[in-house]
């Protein structure tokens, strides 16, 4: 059996410890014993038993893109600990992590990790994509149009947009509703995925062959993105949110695209958006009017959890010291 095909160490122990926490977060809980049980495999022991060093080479492994992900699991780690101290499981009372900063997960994020795109790098990549269908997902998200799995652009109607005044009208999954002023590239964007009457396969790349056509045609319905028409029954509404991760994820791997998901692409528009309303407020650093305007642009609920991305460094570092 490989290490992927072995389930989580110690199981039993680890089910107790995840049944004192809600679903959500025992779904990211688990997601982090899945991670940890490779490393427990080959050292036959438990994370709650692992020394400082040993816990540094896990870390190092993982190849962690953000901090916020670090922290995270420093936190579910050291709980785990804890917990496996207060149940008397571990051998001894030493929770190592307890005499760690939370700054020391911060080494194990990857600084080479292609993670942030420009204003610049995102509208080549508009550029290259072939189908409008697949590029006005890019510039809404970049422009901060998300929702909860994305049902601002799922629901987007071709009624909701206001192309004199480029504003959208804009319904998440719960229906709250909100009005939104886009570009004018957005508008035109929009524009030519309304118009699509062909979804192009692999942006183009596909060469039909036989009774395999290079695209396939997509349903007429007021809804802005739209399904193919598969010759199954026709989806009329909304699209599911899986064809949107889709098709971004079919983006990411026909031009090449290092780390090109959603979660990345609202994150590079949040730093473009906080890049610009530097200069348009003419102020020489990033402060926390700025900060908060680019959270109820995103829909963020809480503005602290920008901190790690939207600052000085991140914007220096891809836009230029001088924000230039």
Not at 145 to 172: C, M, P, W, Y
Not at 244 to 265: A, G, M, P, V
Not at 275 to 295: A, F, M, P, R
Request: proline share 1%.
């Amino acid at each position: 059996m490989t290490e992927q095909e072995k389930g989580i160490y110690n199981a039993g122990c680890k089910e107790q410890f995840l049944s004192m926490y809600p679903v959500k977060s025992g779904i990211t809980y688990r997601n982090f014993f899945d991670k940890t049980k490779h490393v427990e495999h080959r050292l036959e022991k438990d994370i709650y038993e692992f020394e400082l060093p040993e816990i540094e080479d896990f870390f190092t492994g993982l190849h962690i893109d953000y901090i916020s992900t670090a922290r995270s699991y420093g936190r579910i780690c050291t709980k785990y600990v804890d917990w496996a101290i207060s149940k008397g499981y571990k051998n001894n009372n030493e929770n190592p992590l307890r005499n760690v900063r939370t700054k020391w997960f911060e080494q194990f994020v990857r600084e080479e990790a292609k993670i942030f795109y420009s204003r610049k790098e995102i509208s080549e990549i508009l550029d290259d994509c072939v189908n409008a269908q697949d590029s006005v997902i890019v510039c809404l998200v970049f422009e901060g149009i998300l929702g909860q799995a994305g049902a601002e652009i799922r629901n987007l109607k071709i009624s909701d947009i206001d192309f004199v005044k480029h504003r959208l009208n804009l319904t998440d999954n719960d229906g709250s509703r909100r009005v939104v002023e886009v570009t004018s590239d957005c508008i035109a964007l929009l524009v030519r995925a309304i118009s699509e009457k062909k979804y192009y396969k692999s942006n183009g790349k596909m060469e039909g062959s036989g009774n395999v056509r290079d695209f396939t045609e997509l349903i007429e319905s007021e809804y802005v993105i739209r399904s193919s028409n598969t010759g199954k029954e026709k989806n009329l509404g909304a699209i599911d949110k899986f064809v949107l991760y889709r098709r971004i994820e079919s983006i990411e791997k026909q031009l090449d695209l290092e780390n090109f998901t959603i979660k990345n692409i609202s994150r590079s528009g949040m730093i473009a958006l906080a890049h610009q309303l530097v200069q348009d407020y003419s102020q020489e650093k990033l402060n926390l009017t700025i900060v908060i305007e680019v959270s109820h642009r995103f829909k963020v609920n809480s503005y602290n959890s920008l901190h790690s991305f939207v600052n000085d460094k991140t914007i220096a570092k891809i836009y230029g010291e001088k924000y230039e």
